[in-house]
Structures are given as structure tokens and as C-alpha cells.
């Protein structure tokens, strides 16, 4: 019989709906119930592409006498973390300071005030290298709370004082300067992998926020190290395993320091966070391999994430049927030589052993290898390369295919809509614009209320019940920005703009000008989570303060201004001594030491191709957070258009920074002259 979990909309809670665990969704229902019962709860965390969760759940949440044990003695708690950041990010900050780790599936023992008081993560279902088996963890905390009571309050009640201690307030610190810019970029250039790309060991995840500092750094300030460490990770991690070299896109992390085999999860937020990357590296460099990354990438999100009603899915799982019935991680993308052969036949199948570095004992289990490109590009036929792609990926399409999660995250949304529009405007692509239009229309659609405030997930054309955090303001904001000049419809404008006035009013400390990762008037959890590092995606606070400097740079306004300059005094604390951990936030620190740049294009209409060269030249600009207004003079619809004649009767481009303004120019060269300055 299906438990309280069936009528949820969260892909993750559903595959836990027919567990014998008699699971609650987070919920003050729950907590009462614990109250009545005087029982402990337990919380678990996860999300639906998670390995180790689909392990736990297999061998404990579906085992019948676990069950049982967990219904006596506990009231238990499913929380999928993607469509409740906030609380995750509260119990996932009181393991790491607790066990000095943490990770998914996160299991957390809670007071019925909500009060943690043990904690751990994966629990095997027997003794195993010193880890205690989950029975035996349950069998514990229940003898704990029977006989030490005072003990076990004394321990929750002393963790929550100490989380509450941990207030962060670098919201009055100056901006960061050129020193702690170039103090960040010495730490990466400490901490950078020269022979392999990217930073530190393994597992390795793709450093996408930095990557955008490190192209920002070298467009402002020619520093070639910067650029070659950009450069240099773009073309390893294009070249491995983490890399989907039939299929376009990117597993979430590379489990060793080589970037051959993937933890095959497929994530939409490093996706669009990627395209974005090679777009703007291909915008830098004209590296051929940039673009063809940042298309194919941008190519499978719409493929294979794009839902029926325009918006992304948050993510594909690492495992699949291997053809026989078991769940396997990596099942539809490895391949031994003899599958090789039965697609290709013999010839093409030894060519496309060499080309992808397929080997008889296997690069990853069981005599399998992951795809990779261990010889460069152009010493390869291409015209064989792509038949030999195409017909593995036909072949391929006919494996059981992972597991999609289905639901839509504003935030991550918003990322892929910057990403497409960018990248569809810069490779002449409308098709990825309208599909960034599409995602965009939903979440002001679906996501977005009467009064502007943002819902974090729907799925199937239905809105979820929780709030939107901050990265969902900022990260959906971010992704109109970019739309707005790409399009040159300043309704996108007008909509971030909504979005950047809740971040001041709610998610912003009045006095220290430091951001919460919840609003003021959400639901009250044992503390008010916040946190300014830059992990999987960017923090809400980075992500807030970038949006709020671009907004500030279209309409002028000081105060969004301000408060982007206040958020960003974290990075001057953080910036120095952990960049791998703020990219985003220097990112943006980047663009204001730029100004960042104002353009504006004029002309007769939109469709004049004068207008249109300008346009793409504004686009294409390197200049760090460049913003970008396109219209007619007569145009109301950006500020940055009004009072902007047309010159001799020809489209213009205007460009101004820090309250100058240069001659309008007429002249596509000029205008990317003064863009790359």
C-alpha cells in the first residue's frame, strides 16, 4: 500500500511512494506527530539521479523488517534537497560541522522540534570497514532517546546554538580589487592540474564558474595564464569521459584526476553552466572545438531535458537496465570492442577503437569503456567520424535509457535560458533562442504569481508548494538579462527587474547588505541558511549580486547598484583564500572593475542588417558583464535606448562605462575595438 509519499510531485519522493517505510513529506504534520508519539525523527535526504540513494533505498527503505523497525521507532522524513535547498543546506551544514564530510543520501536524526542531534549519510545494511550497519545506527539512536534523553536534547540543543553562531555578515566589506583578483588567480595557478587541466584531485568536477572568472580576467586584463588555464580545462574535460562524446553533454564529475569515467549522472544546472563556458570561449578564442562543444551541449539539453510544456528537467540518472534486468551506472554509455564490432563491423570498429580509446580490458567495469577523444580532432577523417557517430548513437538509442527527472527548477531554468540565448545568438541558431524563450515564458507562466514571487519547481504543467530561494530569483533573473539582449524585447527586462526588487526586499540584511538563501518571510527553519560559496551552480548570493549589477547597468538604478557592490564584499574575504569555491563571485567582481560596459544599438528596425551587425558585435563582446540594449530610437522599452538618435540616418552603437560615454560609432570594427579594450 502506497505511503503519505503518493500524492507528491517530486520524481524523488515517488520512487520512495510504494516503500513499506511509512515515509511523511517535510511537513509540521510530521513534526506533531513525532510530538504525540515522543519519538525521534528521521530525516533523509536525497534526489532522484543519486547512486547511493537508489543503493540505500534498495537495500533498506524496500527491506520489510528495516521497515518496520523505522515505523515502530521513528517518524521518518523524505526530503528530496532539489526542491528544498533550504533544508538541506541547514542539516547538510549540521553534518559537515558534526562528522567534518557530508554528502547524499544524507541521514539525519531530529529531536520533533526539528533539532539535529545524530547524523551520517550512506548506512550499509551490514557492518562494513568500520561503518556501522543501518539497524545497528537505529537500534543506537533509539536506545539513545529512550534512556539518555537529557543527553540527546543537550547535544541537539548546544549543535543548533552553535549553527546559529555561525551568522555571516562580509555584506559591509568594500568590493574586491585588483589585488584580491590577482591574490585569486595565484591561488588557482596553485591549485591547477597542468598535465590533466582543471584543479586539484580526484574526483574532479567541471569548474565552470571559474572557468567564466578566468576568461573574464584575461578579457580585462590580457593575462594569457588565466586564459590557457581556461583553454587548457575546456579542451581535457572535451575530450574525456565526463564528456558524452556520442551524444553531446556532461556527466556531473569525473571520479578520477584524468576526467575518463564519469559519475554518469547528467545534471541540467552543469549543462547550461558548460554551454555557456565554451560559448564564451569559442566568443574569446574562435576555438572550433569550443563551438562544437557549446552546440552539441546546448543540442542534447533540448533534446533530451526539454519537457512538453518548454521547460528543462532537472536531470538524467547514472544507471540504467544493462539489458538484463539490473540497474547498472554507466549501462547506455560504455562499450567493449565486441559491441563495437556488432554496430560498425570490422574495419570501422578498430578505427573507432583508436578514435574513442576503447581497450579489450575496458577503461571503466566489467571489460567497458567510456568514450573519450585521446587523439586530437584533425587527425581523424571526419566524414568517418561522424558516420561511425552516428551510427553508434542510433545503436545506443536503442538501450533502456536512464531515468529522467522530470520536475523544473526555476533556477536552473533560468541558467539554461542564458545559456541557449547566448549561444543561439552567437552560432546563428534561432531555434536554441526560441527554446529559451519557451522555458522562460513557462516560468513566468507557471512560476511566477501576481506579485512576482517565484515558486521553486513545477512538473507536468503543475507548480509545486514550495517558495523560490534566492538562486531562484537570481539565477532566473540572470537568464532574462541575457534573453532581453539577445532578443531586444525589454518586457525580459522589466521581468528581472520584479525579481531583483524581491532580493532587496527579502532576501537582503537591511544593515550589512548580506543575502539569505531564504526570504524573510518563508517558512522558519533551526536557522535562516546562507551561504555565499559557489558549488554545484552558483551560490544564490553570487548569482543575486550579478544580477543585480546587470540590472543596475540597463536602468541605472543605485540602489540594485549598491547592493551588488555590499554583497560582493564576501569575495574580497572569500576571494583570496578559497577562489576554487566563489568563481561566480569573482566573476562578477570582474565585471565591476569594467564598469561593466552599457551598449546600446539603434536603428531603423530590428530586421535592418546594419542594426543586426551591430547587434552581434555588441553580443560578441568580451568586455566582462557587458549589457546590451537593441531597438529603435522611438523605443521606450530599455533605458539605455532613450535619447540614442540614429547618426547621419545610420544604426549606431553608443558604449559608456563609469558615467563616460564614447562617440556613438556607426562602424562594426570600431564597435569591436572598443568591446575588447
Not at 36 to 46: A, D, Q, T
Not at 133 to 161: C, M, P, Y
Not at 247 to 255: D, E, N
Request: aromatic share 8%; proline share 6%.
Amino acid at each position: 500500500m502506497p505511503n503519505r509519499l503518493a500524492h507528491e510531485t517530486s520524481p524523488y519522493l515517488l520512487q520512495h511512494a510504494d516503500n513499506p517505510v511509512d515515509w511523511w513529506p517535510w511537513s509540521e504534520e510530521a513534526f506533531e506527530e513525532a510530538r504525540k508519539r515522543n519519538v525521534p525523527v528521521l530525516l533523509s535526504i536525497g534526489y532522484s539521479s543519486c547512486h547511493w540513494c537508489h543503493v540505500m533505498a534498495h537495500e533498506s527503505f524496500e527491506d520489510q523488517e528495516t521497515a518496520e523497525y523505522l515505523n515502530a521507532h521513528y517518524v521518518n522524513v523524505k526530503v528530496d534537497r532539489e526542491e528544498r535547498p533550504d533544508v538541506d543546506a541547514v542539516y547538510m551544514e549540521a553534518v559537515q560541522a558534526a562528522t567534518g564530510q557530508g554528502g547524499w543520501p544524507m541521514t539525519v536524526f531530529l529531536t520533533p522540534d526539528a533539532e539535529p542531534f545524530y547524523f551520517g549519510t550512506y548506512f550499509p545494511p551490514a557492518p562494513r570497514q568500520g561503518m556501522p550497519s543501518f539497524r545497528q545506527v537505529l537500534q543506537g539512536v533509539h536506545q539513545a532517546w529512550d534512556e539518555r534523553r537529557d543527553e540527546v536534547t543537550e547535544v541537539a540543543g548546544k549543535i543548533v546554538r552553535d549553527l546559529a553562531g555561525r551568522e555571516i555578515s562580509y555584506g559591509d566589506a568594500q568590493t574586491p580589487g585588483e589585488e584580491e583578483l590577482a591574490q585569486a588567480l595565484l591561488g588557482l595557478t596553485r591549485e591547477y592540474d597542468p598535465q590533466r587541466g582543471g584543479f586539484g584531485g580526484a574526483p574532479k568536477f567541471p569548474p565552470s564558474m571559474v572557468l567564466e572568472f578566468l576568461l573574464r580576467h584575461h578579457a580585462r586584463t590580457g593575462a594569457e595564464g588565466a586564459l590557457q588555464m581556461a583553454q587548457d580545462t575546456c579542451e581535457r574535460m572535451a575530450r574525456g569521459g565526463i564528456y558524452d562524446q556520442l551524444g553531446g553533454g556532461f556527466a556531473r564529475y569525473s571520479v578520477d584526476r584524468d576526467w575518463v569515467v564519469p559519475h554518469f549522472e547528467k545534471m541540467l544546472y552543469d549543462n547550461a553552466l558548460l554551454c555557456r563556458v565554451y560559448a564564451h570561449l569559442w566568443r574569446a578564442t574562435g576555438s572550433e572545438l569550443a563551438r562544437r562543444v557549446a552546440l552539441e551541449t546546448a543540442d542534447f539539453m533540448v533534446r533530451e531535458l526539454r519537457t512538453n510544456e518548454g521547460g528543462f528537467a532537472s536531470a538524467l540518472d547514472a544507471d540504467s537496465d544493462d539489458g538484463t534486468g539490473r540497474h547498472v551506472e554507466g549501462a547506455y554509455y560504455v562499450w567493449t570492442p565486441e559491441q563495437l564490432r556488432e554496430v560498425l563491423g570490422e574495419q570501422d570498429a578498430d578505427f573507432a577503437v583508436r578514435h574513442f580509446g576503447v581497450t579489450e580490458e575496458g577503461t571503466f567495469e566489467e571489460g567497458a569503456s567510456v568514450l573519450q577523444l585521446p587523439v586530437r580532432d584533425g587527425l581523424a577523417d571526419a566524414e568517418k567520424v561522424a558516420s561511425v557517430r552516428e551510427r553508434l548513437l542510433a545503436a545506443r538509442s536503442e538501450r533502456p535509457a536512464p531515468g529522467r527527472d522530470d520536475k523544473v527548477v526555476a533556477a536552473w531554468n533560468g541558467l539554461a535560458v542564458a545559456a541557449l540565448a547566448e549561444t543561439g545568438a552567437y552560432f546563428d541558431r534561432p531555434d536554441l533562442v526560441e527554446a529559451a524563450v519557451a522555458a522562460a515564458d513557462l516560468l513566468v507562466r507557471l512560476h511566477l504569481d501576481e506579485q512576482a514571487r517565484l515558486t521553486r519547481t513545477s512538473k507536468d504543467g503543475h507548480a509545486g508548494a514550495n517558495a523560490g530561494v534566492l538562486e531562484d530569483y537570481a539565477d532566473v533573473a540572470e537568464g532574462f538579462l541575457a534573453l532581453a539582449s539577445v532578443t531586444g524585447e525589454g518586457v525580459w527586462l522589466e521581468f528581472a527587474g520584479f525579481l531583483v526588487d524581491h532580493v532587496l526586499a527579502r532576501f537582503t540584511d537591511p544593515e550589512s547588505g548580506s543575502l539569505y538563501d531564504t526570504a524573510a518571510d518563508a517558512e522558519r527553519l533551526i536557522r535562516r541558511p546562507q551561504d555565499p560559496t559557489d558549488n554545484a551552480a552558483p551560490s544564490g548570493w553570487s548569482a543575486a549580486a550579478g544580477a543585480l549589477l546587470g540590472y543596475a547597468a540597463h536602468t541605472g538604478s543605485e540602489p540594485h547598484r549598491t547592493a551588488a557592490e555590499k554583497a560582493l564584499g564576501v569575495v574580497k574575504a572569500l576571494g583570496p583564500r578559497v577562489p576554487r569555491f566563489i568563481g561566480w563571485g569573482l566573476a562578477v567582481a570582474e565585471a565591476v572593475l569594467d564598469g561593466p560596459r552599457e551598449v546600446a544599438v539603434v536603428g531603423p528596425s530590428l530586421d535592418d542588417e546594419g542594426t543586426r551587425s551591430l547587434h552581434r558585435t555588441a553580443l560578441l563582446g568580451t568586455a566582462p558583464g557587458a549589457v546590451v540594449a537593441v531597438g529603435t530610437p522611438e523605443s521606450d522599452e530599455f533605458p539605455l535606448l532613450s535619447d540614442r538618435p540614429l547618426v547621419g540616418g545610420e544604426p549606431a552603437a553608443y558604449v559608456c562605462r563609469n558615467f563616460t560615454c564614447d562617440a556613438p560609432t556607426t562602424e562594426v570594427e570600431r564597435l569591436r575595438a572598443v568591446l575588447s579594450d
